[in-house]
């Protein structure tokens, strides 16, 4: 089992749809949570950490379920702009050490 | 602005070859890595390093080697360059402290083995 799974998608949503992606995690040390954001022959960038609590940063929610092991992005309004690649990026064991999903990809279209 | 900037972006290599491959960073971070990109495999950690003259191996170490002389200066080596070495190479740094998730990412190399 992938120590970092997501559905690769594509996800093809209309602009000003609302898109939730999912990301389960097989580690339950685990101890961190981040949504990198790739676009297309472009390199990775954080998009946001995510917390105990949930968290949101405009249009973008992330939300974490420990019991689960799994941690979720969703997108309100979508944007053109926001198609892209999301990789779910987790922490466990050495501080240093980031493992990241394979991505999700979303398409939003006119 | 952080800036991590790799110094060749596509790269087409024999068989055998030596190859190195380049990173610096301008930001005074301690840490940085190397991953490779592969499609449906995602990003995979070569090695990383902690400080300067300091090493880790990561995920999928076989077949590289780095050298951190300089801390702004983390370089990935390919003793003997294999096809399966086909790759979109990315080196990333973070400093110690601050936000531990946030990686600043290269533009990556992208290296073609014949």
């Known amino acids: 089992r992938k120590e970092v799974e997501q559905d690769p998608g594509p996800f093809n949503v209309p602009e000003g749809a609302t898109v939730a992606f999912n990301c389960t995690y097989s580690n339950s040390a685990s101890q961190s949570f981040f949504w990198y954001r790739q676009d297309c022959r472009k390199e990775p960038k954080l998009l946001m950490s995510v917390y105990s609590s949930g968290n949101e940063d405009g249009r973008f929610t992330a939300q974490l379920n420990r019991a689960s092991q799994y941690i979720s992005l969703l997108i309100r309004d979508s944007k053109l702009s926001d198609s892209a690649t999301y990789l779910c990026?987790?922490?466990?064991?050495?501080?240093?050490?980031?493992?990241f999903g394979t991505g999700t990809r979303l398409q939003v279209t006119l | 602005d952080v800036k991590v900037t790799q110094s060749s972006r596509y790269l087409v290599k024999r068989t055998g070859e030596k190859v190195f491959l380049e990173c610096v960073q301008d930001m005074d971070h301690e840490n940085m890595f190397w991953y490779r990109q592969d499609p449906g495999l995602g990003l995979r950690l070569i090695y990383f390093?902690?400080?300067?003259?300091?090493?880790e191996k990561g995920d999928i170490p076989e077949g590289y080697s780095v050298s951190r002389e300089k801390k702004e200066r983390f370089s990935l080596i390919l003793e003997s360059a294999s096809t399966n070495q086909t790759s979109m190479y990315l080196c990333?740094?973070?400093?110690?402290?601050?936000?531990?998730?946030?990686?600043?990412f290269g533009e990556g190399s992208r290296l073609t083995v014949l």
């Open positions: 990333a740094s973070r400093e110690n402290s601050g936000r531990i998730g946030e990686l600043f």
């Open positions: 990026v987790v922490r466990a064991g050495t501080a240093s050490k980031l493992t």
């Open positions: 390093s902690y400080d300067v003259k300091m090493k």
